[in-house]
């Protein structure tokens, strides 16, 4: 693929769900979108259960009704185990102007729907994109980014950059602003489980998961009609 685009207005780094939610806007409202995202998608990733709060977002997006198309698992609520005590949070009890329900996402679709918007929307996307440098003027302001494409290295200009990189930020790296929060140095170890069957469950149908002990916390999330999501999160020194 050649790329012709030398100048856009905004570049965005990482086509996760914040980038691609940015450049479909940003393409929405005229604006040239250049969006460079590292893997191909669709990719694994977790991250699975959404708040109610992104209902009203897919709403101002224009994109509710295709995201309800989509199939994805229901979620009315969240249930907290800790000990012996349950207790459950239902969504349609926190008000009246809030959405009663949400979903649980596999990813990997969901993520790859996002992308596919943006693209929709008139950003340019490219995948299997790798950028190396962010690239700065005299006064130290973000005016374009240099990547690798195709086997080539590529610069483009932008009148904005904006870093969605998430934990791969590549303004956090190349200005050394990525700190450590010693107190946060968790692990997380999860897996998908097909041949799930939420009838077994004592919960509600839906619901996430969650479980407290004394060395972190365990989420259950079922993704799919036959698939859950099992992760568990503790200490970097528990699992050593």
Known sequence: MTISVKDVDVVVIGGGPGGSVAAAALAKAGRSVLLVEQRRFP???IGESMLPYS???FERMGI???VASQGYVI???AEFIVRDAVFRIPFADQGPDRHPVTYQ????RFDAM???NARDQGAMVLENATVTEVLFDDAERAEGVRFQFGGLTHTVTARHVIDAGGRSSRIAKQLGLRRINTKLRNVAVFRHYKG???DNTPGHRGDIQIGAHQDGWVWAIPIAED???IGAVTARSTVR
């Open 55 to 57: 209902m009203g977002l």
């Open 75 to 77: 979620k009315p609520g």
């Open 64 to 66: 509710a009704d295709h």
């Open 196 to 198: 799930f069957d939420e």
């Open 114 to 116: 996002l992308l596919q």
């Open 227 to 229: 698939r859950i999501s």
């Open 105 to 108: 996402v596999e990813r990997s």
């Open 43 to 45: 990719r694994f990733h």
